[in-house]
């Protein structure tokens, strides 16, 4: 069974720029979740979609925004970069979501702002 | 305020030196309580979440325990394969996801 997968693993933009982050989620998986995580402050949540909704929302600006497609699939955006914007961005899926369901990571996207 | 806060930052450890890794949290209703292990490079790999004080599971060489503030996660006789950041998160009542900073852990053969 093919695991969580993000693309592109490495990008690089500078400030100001736009960008856009892929996530394909397990087969059969509806949520994915997104977090951002950095030396400093960890693992941040962004957000949580659940058949194309958002569900849940963690407490980043607007510049950050997602969706998520019929098919599962969910992308980032991140608008107007800053150089604090530079992360490792991780998705996650799961079944349904919520407490009693596992979450299954993927490698992430290294975003470096220049 | 929601916390979690995990000590030790990194921990060395010579190969079957047994330890615990510590997560305190103050959240505002606790609705489970979530290790992770993390290699270089990769995204966090799920091993236990624990619901209410007083619950045990158990991995391998690792167990994880809860009370009603904090969270072990004991290692008996690691091995150096069990090097990796060990992170903690708890999700709140309010559906909030809350991660600690983790503990590096290093095993020496």
């Known amino acids: 069974k093919a695991g969580v997968t993000q693309t592109p693993r490495y990008l690089i933009k500078t400030r100001g720029q736009q960008v856009t982050l892929s996530c394909s989620p397990i087969?059969?998986?509806?949520?994915v979740s997104w977090y951002q995580q950095t030396p400093g402050q960890g693992l941040q949540f962004l957000f949580e979609?659940?058949?194309?909704?958002?569900?849940n929302k963690g407490n980043f600006p607007g510049r950050f925004s997602g969706r998520q497609f019929s098919n599962s699939r969910s992308e980032m955006n991140v608008s107007t970069l800053e150089l604090g914007d530079s992360a490792l961005y991780l998705c996650?899926?799961?079944?349904?979501?919520?407490?009693?369901?596992?979450?299954?990571f993927g490698p992430g996207t290294r975003l470096t702002v220049l | 305020e929601d916390q979690v806060t995990q000590s030790p930052e990194a921990l060395r450890l010579q190969e079957g030196e047994s330890s615990s890794l510590n997560c305190s949290y103050t959240?505002?209703?606790?609705?489970?309580l979530f290790w992770y292990r993390q290699d270089p490079g990769k995204g966090p790999e799920f091993l236990f979440t624990?619901?209410?004080a007083g619950e045990e599971k158990e991995k391998e060489r690792l167990k994880a325990t809860l009370t009603k503030k904090e969270s072990f996660l004991h290692i008996t006789a690691p091995k150096p394969e069990d090097s990796a950041t060990y992170l903690c998160?708890?999700?709140?009542?309010?559906?909030?996801?809350?991660f600690g900073t983790g503990t590096r852990l290093t095993v020496i053969p």
């Open positions: 998160a708890v999700e709140t009542g309010a559906n909030n996801l809350f």
């Open positions: 087969s059969g998986h509806r949520s």
């Open positions: 624990l619901y209410s």
């Open positions: 996650a899926s799961s079944l349904a979501g919520g407490v009693t369901d596992t979450q299954y």
């Open positions: 979609y659940f058949s194309e909704t958002q569900r």
């Open positions: 959240v505002s209703g606790l609705r489970g």
